[in-house]
């Protein structure tokens, strides 16, 4: 099992930065792609941000492009976020998730998730 815990979620004016980050432990080792995704209310989870272990794949959603920038650290286990220039469409709760074997950006292929974080952009 794996466990993946999110942290850095906060409320912001727009424009502003915020950094997630998200810690995995247990049986976390070699976790081929590392994912960020989003659910704001009423709306369905949606794909954010992905690196691979080697980080020669990566992937953003086009919402956030040149705004987001996903990065990991296979030491200690963890993916950050950064997320600059925010917006009041990024509300949203963050999730973290892990698949072990397979690069994707499909969130019904990830095998672990976290329990996510809030980050609310205030206009």
């Known amino acids: 099992q794996v466990q993946l815990v999110e942290s850095g979620g906060g409320l912001v004016q727009a424009g502003g930065s915020l950094r997630l980050s998200c810690a995995a432990s247990?049986?976390?080792?070699?976790?081929?792609?590392l994912g960020w995704f989003r659910q704001s209310p009423g709306k369905e989870r949606e794909f954010v941000a992905a690196?691979?272990?080697?980080?020669?794949?990566?992937d953003y959603a086009d919402s956030v492009k040149g705004r987001f920038t996903i990065s990991r650290d296979n030491a200690k286990n963890t993916v950050s976020l950064q997320m600059n220039s925010l917006k009041a469409e990024d509300t949203a709760v963050y999730y973290c998730?892990?698949?072990?074997?397979?690069?994707?950006?499909?969130?019904?292929?990830?095998?672990?998730w976290g329990q996510g974080t809030q980050v609310n952009v205030s206009s």
């Open positions: 998730a892990a698949d072990v074997t397979r690069w994707t950006t499909i969130g019904s292929e990830y095998d672990y």
């Open positions: 247990g049986r976390a080792f070699r976790l081929y792609t």
């Open positions: 690196i691979s272990w080697s980080g020669a794949n990566i």
